[in-house]
C-alpha cells in the first residue's frame, strides 16, 4: 500500500540522515528491531500509530532544514 511504501521511505531517509541503527529508531518509536527491520524493506503493513510515529520522528530529524530555508531569503 501506498502508507506502506511511504514509511518505508521516510525510516530509510532518517536512517541516511541520521546514521541511527534499526534499534535505536525502534526505541523511539516504541516498536520492536524487527518491525523497524521489516518497514525498511517494505514487508510489513504499517500500523496508524507507528506510520505516525514515523512520520513525526522524519518532521524532527529534518526540522533543521529550517536553517537552508531562512539562508535563501536571506
Given at each position: 500500500?501506498?502508507?506502506n511504501?511511504?514509511?518505508?521511505?521516510l525510516?530509510?531517509?532518517?536512517r541516511s540522515?541520521?546514521?541511527w541503527?534499526?534499534?535505536?529508531?525502534a526505541?523511539k518509536?516504541?516498536?520492536?528491531?524487527?518491525t523497524?527491520?521489516?518497514?525498511?524493506?517494505?514487508?510489513?503493513?504499517?500500523k496508524?500509530?507507528?506510520f505516525?510515529?514515523?512520520?513525526?520522528?522524519?518532521?524532527?530529524v529534518?526540522?533543521?532544514?529550517d536553517?537552508?530555508?531562512?539562508?535563501?531569503?536571506?
Amino acid at each position: 500500500s501506498f502508507m506502506n511504501s511511504y514509511a518505508s521511505r521516510l525510516l530509510n531517509e532518517i536512517r541516511s540522515r541520521t546514521e541511527w541503527s534499526e534499534i535505536c529508531i525502534a526505541k523511539k518509536l516504541g516498536v520492536s528491531q524487527p518491525t523497524v527491520n521489516r518497514i525498511l524493506k517494505n514487508q510489513v503493513d504499517c500500523k496508524g500509530t507507528t506510520f505516525l510515529a514515523i512520520s513525526e520522528l522524519h518532521a524532527s530529524v529534518f526540522s533543521d532544514c529550517d536553517k537552508c530555508n531562512s539562508a535563501v531569503e536571506n
